[in-house]
T-cell receptor
Framework: GESVGLHLPTLSVQEGDNSIINCAYS??????FIWYKQESGKGPQFIID?????DKRQGQRVTVLLNKTVKHLSLQIAATQPGDSAVYFC??????????FGAGTTVTVRA | SAVISQKPSRDICQRGTSLTIQCQVD?????MFWYRQQPGQSLTLIAT?????????ESGFVIDKFPISRPNLTFSTLTVSNMSPEDSSIYLC???????????FGPGTRLTVT
């Protein structure tokens, strides 16, 4: 079956720099995408979402970009802080409102 | 956004026994789901908990092993039956509602089977 994947399993970033986390998806029928942040010992936390009729959406310090032509999704975090250290998952919504998750990218922020 | 709680937060169980995990949402939601997350891995959907009817299971998961209840729009339970060490995992409840059916997660239940 089709699934969501991530380009890199780990990302190390200097505090204050911008982070970019990438995600490739393969289901062209997916209509909705979500980025989650999961800190150690906690459940996934909703960060930001984007519908397939958009190509960019901004939140507080985060921006999600969607390129449907190449089936690519990215999460940009501005001015990365130590509290941003976590595992980040992208997820695509397929039929029946179910989510399919990528493998996850571990972000480590260096002081 | 919905606030979701789970009980227990963690447990250590003996093989052959069963554990029921409870999931409570602070508001009525359209859909509820159960996921499994093995250590260091991504999330895998177990089933969709349907209010008033039998749950819909994903490939590889069966009702006899993971019976699910959803008696109303704010509550669901997942039972892990006849446990083996391979069932050691984090079990997560999620709820979906709102205009775009955003999906939010509970804190998870960390299960260890010895």
């Amino acid at each position: 079956g089709e699934s969501v994947g991530l380009h890199l399993p780990t990302l190390s970033v200097q505090e204050g720099d911008n982070s970019i986390i990438n995600c490739a998806y393969s289901n062209s029928a997916s209509d909705y995408f979500i980025w989650y942040k999961q800190e150690s010992g906690k459940g996934p936390q909703f960060i930001i979402d984007i519908r397939s009729n958009m190509d960019k959406r901004q939140g507080q310090r985060v921006t999600v970009l969607l390129n449907k032509t190449v089936k690519h999704l990215s999460l940009q975090i501005a001015a990365t802080q130590p509290g941003d250290s976590a595992v980040y998952f992208c997820a695509e919504r397929t039929n029946d409102y179910k989510l399919s998750f990528g493998a996850g990218t571990t972000v480590t922020v260096r002081a | 956004s919905a606030v979701i709680s789970q009980k227990p937060s963690r447990d250590i169980c003996q093989r052959g026994t069963s554990l029921t995990i409870q999931c409570q949402v602070d508001s009525q939601v359209t859909m509820m789901f159960w996921y499994r997350q093995q250590p260091g891995q991504s999330l895998t959907l177990i089933a969709t908990a349907n209010q008033g009817s039998e749950a819909t299971y994903e490939s590889g998961f069966v009702i006899d092993k993971f019976p699910i209840s959803r008696p109303n729009l704010t509550f669901s339970t997942l039972t892990v039956s006849n446990m083996s060490p391979e069932d050691s995992s984090i079990y997560l409840c999620s709820a979906s509602g709102g205009e775009f059916f955003e999906q939010y997660f509970g804190p998870g239940t960390r299960l260890t089977v010895t």
